[in-house]
């Protein structure tokens, strides 16, 4: 809720350094916007209000038809763009997903994909293929699923992503249990919670450290 009421009083503000109007940064706008949507998921806004402001993030962005390799556009600009869009895509999959609209939630998840693997962002890949494997899972297509959320699990094992990781075995867990597999699912679920435990010990030993 806090995320939320800092996004909306920056673009209400009429500060002159942050009058909406008068910004002509896209990228921040469309930022603020994609967080602005994504915090409002959480805060039980509606799923129109919260697609309309995700939706204004990607027409920021959306036509910006950056190519890859490009001599004309920086690099910078053109990772920015796939960033930021592939998330205000994630979101609005995301917010389907939530409103059991699984299809629509697919062919989301599927435009943020695309977007990362342009430019091999690959934290935010293996989060919209992990999400994309429980969208599967919830359709039923359990083979897919089960690809999917190894994928996501093997990037985020490249990455060392200890949290993450955990979500991909829960996953993983979750499609086991779709398919009526109790004792594999619990041996994925049991390696989730030592990951995310381990994430949590080490998180305590650093505030030990710091203090």
Known sequence: EKAYQI??????????DFEWDSISDKYYKAALL?????AMMFVNASKKSTLAVLDKAIAILEPLKLTIPSEKD?????WRRARILGRAYNNKAFVYRSNHQYSTAVSQYRKAIALYRQVDIRDEMANSINNLAFVYARLGALDEAEALAKDARDLRAKLWQRYPLSLSYNTL???????QHPHQAR????????????????AHESVGFAR
Do not use: F, I
């Open 7 to 16: 996004a909306d009083k920056l673009r209400q503000s009429k500060e002159p």
């Open 34 to 38: 994609t967080m602005m949507g994504e």
């Open 187 to 202: 041996g994925l679920s049991s390696r989730a919670l030592q990951l995310a435990s381990a994430q949590t010990q080490s």
């Open 74 to 78: 920086e690099p910078d600009e053109v």
């Open 173 to 179: 867990g979750e499609v086991h249990v779709a398919a």
